[in-house]
Nanobody, 120 residues
Framework: VQLQACGGGLVQAGGSLRLSCAAS????????LDWYRQAPEKQRELVAS???????NYVDSVKGRFTISRDNAANTVYLQMNSLKPEDTAIYYC???????????????WGQGTQVTVSS
């Protein structure tokens, strides 16, 4: 099982980006999916989360600007980022609780990270 994130890039302030993260492998079930970010010299922070049934949560700094969504059939989570600000610059990581075939417990998997840079 692995998570593959993509969609990062360089954008001007006020612009938009859409991140995606697909889980692949011998997957039985996917529970919560999250996006985290880590800026230089800062701790990794939870940006947004979505449960399997679609309940979402956001850190205050992105509410109203970011939208997390998922496609359960494709085992993919998205992060639509609008009205981007320079302070959104960070490496963005996806995280998922996934149960592989032949196992009974969920494990946490992390994507490799994708760089988002917002210029002022």
């Amino acid at each position: 099982v692995q998570l593959q994130a993509c969609g990062g890039g360089l954008v001007q302030a006020g612009g938009s980006l859409r991140l995606s993260c697909a889980a692949s492998g011998r997957i039985s079930s996917v529970s919560d999916l999250d996006w985290y970010r880590q800026a230089p010299e800062k701790q990794r922070e939870l940006v947004a989360s979505v449960t399997r049934v679609g309940t979402t949560n956001y850190v205050d700094s992105v509410k109203g600007r970011f939208t997390i969504s998922r496609d359960n059939a494709a085992n993919t989570v998205y992060l639509q980022m609008n009205s981007l600000k320079p302070e959104d610059t960070a490496i963005y990581y996806c995280r998922g609780d996934i149960r592989a075939y032949g196992t009974v417990r969920y494990r946490t998997y992390w994507g490799q990270g994708t760089q988002v840079t917002v210029s002022s």
